[in-house]
């Protein structure tokens, strides 16, 4: 993806949108883990789907709903601050942060078959490339 003006801009107003989404699940969901747990989880099966769907592949698609939107959703930072501030578990912390990931992963691959499946194809002459 070649860096323009009017990438930085989708990847803005994307972020913007996906942040502002993130900071209300924050909001409405009064437990820090089950929020992070929501926005992360959420957000990558998002993101796969993102992936999935050929109406998603454009430059500016992928700038404003990958790049933006589900990196403005999602965050590593609160996953980090969340483990610091509750390293006294002992190894409940890194379990939880590990099965985090590993249910991201998941997440990730369930967006990404749901987008291929019920997402648009692509045209025949890109498919046969």
């Given at each position: ?76 930072s609160g996953v980090a601050i969340w483990f610091v501030d509750y390293a006294t578990f002992g190894v409940g912390a890194p379990i939880i942060v590990l099965l985090m ?29």
């Open positions: 993806m070649k860096i323009t003006g009017r990438i930085i801009l989708f990847t803005y107003l994307g972020g913007a949108i996906g942040t502002l989404l993130r900071f209300w699940v924050s909001v409405s969901v009064t437990q820090n883990l089950v929020s992070l747990m929501i926005v992360n989880l959420l957000g990558a099966a998002a993101l796969g789907w993102f992936n999935g769907d050929y109406r998603f592949a454009s430059e500016d698609s992928k700038a404003f709903w990958s790049v933006g939107f589900a990196g403005g959703f999602t965050t590593m990931f590993a249910l991201g992963i998941f997440c990730y691959w369930s967006g990404l078959l749901l987008g291929r499946r019920f997402g648009t194809d692509a045209p025949a002459e890109e498919a046969a490339k």
